[in-house]
């Protein structure tokens, strides 16, 4: 098994493109998901955040303010780097824990596990530490254009607002540089199905996952020997 990062830009259609590798079966790990996870109520990353933001962030039911977090951060760099040393650190050993299950449940069931897990990590170009853990990265790119009218279209912001808050992330035209696989969703959904399901098909076909498996078994196989061994040397 091998991991495969998926990223993009705000509202250049990863949700699109996640929704057709969960319809196919991957097993997908969501950093979004889990961020919202590792700072619910009680949390060490919750309790952390309320020492640095107060408590003008909560909602009433103890939960954060996503929203009213995001304000401050997006226009206060320093602030948003506080955070990100709160919640990635939580983010990523949730994120381990997942893999090593998906791991795991591949090696148990050999001829239906899974060959590969996509980790949809957004900032996963900007946090390049994390590209090192990928066999794989792709990246789901639309136009500058294009990205800019479904920015304001899906958020009811002006052209000046939706261009800052393109402009406050990495360009989608630099992420393209760093990318291994690049899907073009500027297009319809069907141009982008087709996409996904042809890097699919390149995934499962990869002999990555066939090396793994023979590496794994090669270790389990010593491994199994060594056991045998330690057995012989304590029962003689």
Not at 156 to 166: H, K, V
Request: net charge positive; aromatic share 6%.
């Amino acid at each position: 098994m091998f991991l495969v990062g998926l990223s993009g830009g705000i509202a250049s259609g990863k949700s699109t493109v996640v929704a057709v590798l969960r319809e196919l079966g991957c097993a997908v790990i969501d950093a979004d998901v889990i961020a919202r996870q590792v700072v619910q109520p009680h949390s060490k990353a919750h309790q952390q955040i309320l020492q640095h933001f107060g408590t003008e962030i909560l909602l009433e039911n103890g939960e954060i303010n996503r929203e009213a977090l995001g304000n401050i951060i997006f226009s206060q760099p320093e602030k948003r780097r506080l955070l990100n040393s709160i919640t990635h650190p939580e983010i990523l050993k949730e994120m381990l824990k997942q893999v090593l299950k998906y791991f795991v449940l591949g090696n148990v069931a050999i001829s239906t596990g899974y060959r590969y897990v996509i980790l949809d990590i957004p900032l996963l170009f900007e946090t390049r530490g994390l590209t090192r853990l990928m066999k794989y990265t792709v990246l789901v790119y639309c136009d500058p254009p294009t990205q800019l009218l479904r920015l304001m279209k899906r958020s009811g912001l002006s052209a000046a607002e939706a261009e800052a808050r393109i402009s406050s992330q990495l360009p989608l035209d630099e992420k393209r540089k760093w990318a291994t696989h690049v899907i073009d969703n500027s297009g319809d959904r069907d141009s982008t199905r087709r996409q996904v399901l042809r890097l699919h098909t390149r995934l499962e076909d990869s002999l990555d996952f066939l090396w793994a498996r023979l590496a794994l078994g090669t270790a389990l196989a010593g491994f199994g020997g060594l056991v045998f061994l330690l057995i012989r040397h304590f029962i003689s």
